[in-house]
């Protein structure tokens, strides 16, 4: 079973003339690598998967596979069709990669015992772990704590993505030890990790990605004012990070630091001028 421990980050997808950038992705995955991420998320939310087509999702992920380790990688794996699913997650699983994130069917708001069914299914036919992703602000519908702590019993649900900003079902989630708990809001990374947690999914992680890493690895050491501090001087980027819809912000950063491109796709649009100008300051900051 692979272990998710450490900062993964929520890998953006470059693009370029409304074409995926391959060049600047090649350039942003060995960078994020060397400079202490554990792992990447590809064509999560923050790749924009859902303006991808699945030819595209694909490629990103070969492309991500030609400079990183299989254990360094995990494939989005979102929708709300569970046959068309299976069939794309048994194409995902023919490439070797350390898991796939799934989170709830969005829109279609299925009951507990639907969402049950559904994850179980997943896992049932995964021949890598799953990350679970729990995110109801994006997919409309809770999983209750109880429904939560059933299903990450399967053998085949290794760690979760906690994004749903419930601190009694994140601390039940570590107490169990049945999955490793990754924080999956960013401003949590520092607190997910005192309770007891292993990591984070994180997409302002893209900048400063030493700084989330020394964090991390103070914690593990039970260097907590020394995490503490680095927290509080990360806290600015992260929360400008979400300044627009995720990853608009993120991508006006990385073309600032002259890492990728700022373009978006639709509906998602480019960070706005004075946005910009706030990012610029607190990478500035930041920087120093």
């Known amino acids: 079973m692979s272990s ?8 953006a997808t470059p693009l370029r003339n409304g074409e995926i950038d391959f060049a600047s992705l090649d350039r942003l995955v060995q960078r994020l690598l060397a400079d202490g991420a554990a792992g990447l998320v590809v064509c999560g ?17 070969d492309a991500v596979l030609r400079q990183a380790a299989p254990h360094q990688v995990i494939m989005g794996l979102a929708g709300n069709q569970l046959n068309a699913l299976l069939d794309r997650q048994r194409e995902i699983q023919r490439r070797p990669l350390a898991g796939l994130l799934v989170p709830a069917p969005y829109y279609i708001r299925p009951s507990q015992a639907g969402l049950e069914h559904f994850f179980t299914t997943l896992a049932d036919a995964a021949s890598v772990p799953l990350v679970l992703y729990d995110i109801p602000y994006r997919t409309g ?3 209750e704590r109880d429904t939560l702590r059933r299903i990450v019993r399967h053998a085949n649900i290794a ?11 994140t601390m039940a989630l570590i107490a169990d030890a049945q999955v490793q708990v990754l924080a999956g809001e960013d401003t949590q990374i ?11 999914i994180s997409a302002s992680a ?18 907590l004012p020394g995490a503490r501090q680095l927290h509080y001087r990360l806290l ?3 929360q ?15 073309a600032l630091l002259g890492l990728s491109s700022d373009e978006v796709r639709a509906p998602i649009l480019p960070c706005s001028p004075a946005n910009r100008e706030q990012l610029r300051q607190v990478l500035e900051d930041l920087a120093n």
């Open 159 to 169: 760690a979760i993505k906690d994004c749903a900003g419930d601190a009694e079902t």
């Open 141 to 143: 519908v809770r999983i």
């Open 45 to 61: 939310t923050t790749g924009e998967a859902a303006a991808l087509s699945e030819d595209e999702q694909l490629a990103v992920l």
């Open 190 to 200: 520092f607190s997910t990790l005192c309770l007891g947690g292993h990591g984070a």
């Open 236 to 238: 600015p980027w992260m």
């Open 240 to 254: 400008a990070a979400f300044c627009e819809a995720n990853p608009a912000a993120l991508k006006a950063a990385l």
């Open 206 to 223: 893209h900048v400063r990605t030493d700084l989330y890493a020394r964090m991390h690895a103070c914690v593990m050491q039970g260097d």
């Open 4 to 11: 998710f421990s450490g900062i993964w980050v929520a890998l």
